[in-house]
């Protein structure tokens, strides 16, 4: 992935300067105002169905802790504000990777991509050139691992097909013991053996 310009990085919309609500409802994280809704996809963010945008939990994760959306969740007959922590303990007993996801998820965001859940085969997200969002394909499908963490050469090498298969390509992002993210592409190595006739 090339290095960030800043004229690259979207601006800061309207929407920043207003804090949306959004309602954590068995796990799925749903956001009701139509107005709010077209803001968030228009940037890349959650799926709309109807009259009603489901973010995922990274993404309402993110736009949390930039105060763009205040989570709530109905707490008998009233509904309480959440906040980030709990909000990070939903997550996680749903997927134990949460943390990781996160982590990636916010620091592709931070550089001024758009990254979408990835397609499965250990792939978490697919991720758009900047300013491509909306007007082409994603490029990249991102593989996130914790440092330490086994993957085998089985798994990578068929995420990697299926990355070729896609037009895409394969980057392995590495949550490092310092907290960092650190991007490796992937590519197919082909050895060929050269016969020589005597």
Do not use: C
Not at 35 to 62: C, H, M, P, S, W
Not at 114 to 132: H, I, K, P, Q, S
Not at 144 to 154: A, K, R, S
């Amino acid at each position: 992935m090339k290095q960030p310009k800043s004229s690259q990085i979207p601006a800061a919309n309207s929407i920043e300067a207003r804090t949306v609500t959004a309602a954590l409802k068995d796990n799925i994280i749903i956001v009701s105002t139509p107005e709010n809704i077209e803001e968030l996809v228009t940037r890349g963010y959650g799926a709309k169905q109807d009259k009603i945008l489901t973010l995922t939990f990274y993404e309402a994760l993110y736009l949390q802790s930039k105060g763009i959306i205040q989570v709530q969740m109905q707490k008998g007959k009233t509904k309480k504000h959440i906040d980030f922590q709990t909000l990070l303990n939903h997550y996680k007993a749903t997927d134990q990777n949460g943390w990781v996801k996160y982590l990636i998820y916010r620091d592709l965001r931070s550089r001024g991509y758009v990254a979408r859940e990835g397609f499965g085969l250990g792939t978490d997200f697919r991720v758009y050139e900047r300013g491509e969002y909306g007007a082409a394909t994603a490029k990249y499908l991102i593989y996130g691992i914790q440092e330490g963490q086994p993957v085998t050469i089985q798994k990578l090498a068929q995420a990697l097909r299926y990355a070729h298969s896609q037009k895409k390509e394969l980057v392995l992002a590495v949550l490092n013991r310092r907290g960092e993210i650190v991007y490796y592409s992937l590519g197919q190595l082909t050895l060929k053996k050269k016969l020589e006739e005597e």
